[in-house]
């Protein structure tokens, strides 16, 4: 009995003090990593100390590299400044080098900004402009033309501040040369200052768009698009005068609408020209000559973007209203009724309206050559199922029709009370 008691004991004894030491563990365990974390936390404040203090002397050495390249840039303005006032002829020209090289170099689109606004406020640009002058030889010439395109990109007020210098007269010179790099460099100063709303009165009456068609003519590939663009840029002036274009610009400008997207951008300045050329019986003959010109806006109106196919259509509108019976087979030979159909439902307001009334003249071609109503509702209708699939397109090509039947109602009934209204209806004139 005794020695059973005794050996309880031991146990519960043995039991407890192995607790004891387990928890004395645990505590020392905590306690250790209590201490690395504390250490670790030490570590990483005093890492970051270091960082911030590195990326304290970064900034402080990107400030003073700043700052000497802002004293540097403001010794060469100075010096470039000076040379173009009152340097010779060889140092206004490493001066007018120097100024494009100060731009181009700049790393950043902002940086560029400040550059070509210092530069201009330190009055770089009317010395530049003199030197666009026919007494400066063309080794000057370009390199001043260089220099103040680099000034007038992205810069509204440099534009402004070239045209108001006088530089129209010497760049319009400079256009008239027949071949040559800076014909061309001309051409794209006219279209980078054109740019400028206020500078497009002054450049649309220098007589400068015919010299730019010559370059639409016969120019490289980027000067025939510099070319369109400078063009595109004075037709959309709102003041006197408007631009008019030689009919021979008509197939380069066709050329050009074939080989680019109808969607683009650059196709709705080349439709909105051959919009313009279609105003006048030359341009209307020219289009028509070129091989594919009808077809390449016929095109236009099928693929093209909202604006193009609005210049398209009104192109196509142009020629068949100025004479139906010469221009509506050739319309109707190059399959325009699909896309004026799609254009009646999908253009803009102005473009659904001129769909509307093209669509009308070509229902009033001769007997032999008329669209009857059954060969026109399965063309509306075959374009619904392609527009709207099967299922609907009856009730699409039913909407199409009944709109084209109002408008056509809404224009019989215009021209009704047009001739009711007249004040010389079923009168004669007496003769005295």
């Not at 649309?204 to 663009?229: E, F, I, M, N």
């Not at 609907?392 to 909407?399: N, P």
């Amino acid at each position: 009995m005794y020695n059973s008691t005794r050996g309880t004991y031991k146990t519960d004894h043995m039991i407890s003090s192995i607790k004891t030491q387990k928890e004395r563990a645990r505590q020392r365990l905590i306690t250790a990593e209590g201490v690395m974390e504390e250490e670790e936390a030490m570590l990483k404040k005093e890492e970051e100390n270091d960082e911030d203090e590195e990326d304290e002397k970064g900034e402080e050495e990107k400030e003073v590299k700043l700052t000497q390249k802002s004293i540097v840039n403001r010794i060469i303005m100075e010096e470039v400044v000076g040379r173009l006032g009152n340097g010779d002829l060889k140092e206004k020209i490493e001066a007018a080098m120097a100024i494009r090289k100060l731009v181009r170099k700049s790393n950043s689109k902002s940086s560029k900004s400040v550059v070509r606004s210092r530069l201009a406020s330190a009055g770089v640009i009317a010395p530049l402009v003199s030197m666009l002058q026919p007494s400066f030889p063309l080794s000057a010439r370009e390199p001043a033309l260089l220099a103040l395109l680099n000034l007038a990109v992205r810069n509204q007020r440099n534009k402004i501040r070239i045209v108001t210098s006088g530089a129209i007269p010497p760049l319009v010179e400079l256009l008239k040369f027949q071949l040559g790099n800076l014909r061309e460099l001309a051409a794209a100063a006219i279209l980078t200052l054109s740019s400028a709303a206020p500078n497009k009165p002054a450049i649309a009456a220098s007589g400068v768009a015919p010299l730019l068609v010559h370059v639409l003519c016969s120019g490289s590939v980027q000067g025939r698009v510099d070319a369109v663009t400078a063009l595109y840029n004075l037709s959309t002036c709102e003041e006197d005068p408007k631009l008019v274009l030689d009919p021979e610009a008509a197939p380069p400008l066709i050329d050009l609408l074939k080989e680019c997207k109808k969607y683009s951008k650059f196709a709705e300045k080349t439709t909105a020209l051959l919009e313009i050329l279609s105003n006048s019986e030359e341009g209307r003959i020219a289009i028509t000559n070129v091989d594919g010109g009808i077809l390449t806006l016929v095109e236009t109106v099928e693929d093209g973007s909202l604006v193009s196919t609005a210049h398209a259509v009104g192109a196509l509108l142009s020629l068949c209203q100025s004479s139906r019976d010469k221009y509506r087979e050739l319309i109707l030979r190059e399959g325009a009724i699909p896309g004026l159909l799609r254009l009646t439902a999908e253009g803009t307001p102005e473009a659904q309206d001129r769909a509307r009334i093209l669509l009308d003249l070509l229902r009033e071609s001769p007997p032999e050559n008329r669209l009857t109503s059954s060969v026109l509702e399965r063309i509306v209708y075959d374009f619904a199922a392609h527009v709207d699939g099967t299922d609907k397109a009856a009730e699409t090509a039913k909407k199409l029709l009944r709109d084209m039947v109002q408008k056509s109602m809404e224009n019989s009934l215009s021209h009704m009370q047009l001739r009711a209204s007249s004040p010389f209806k079923d009168s004669k004139i007496q003769s005295t």
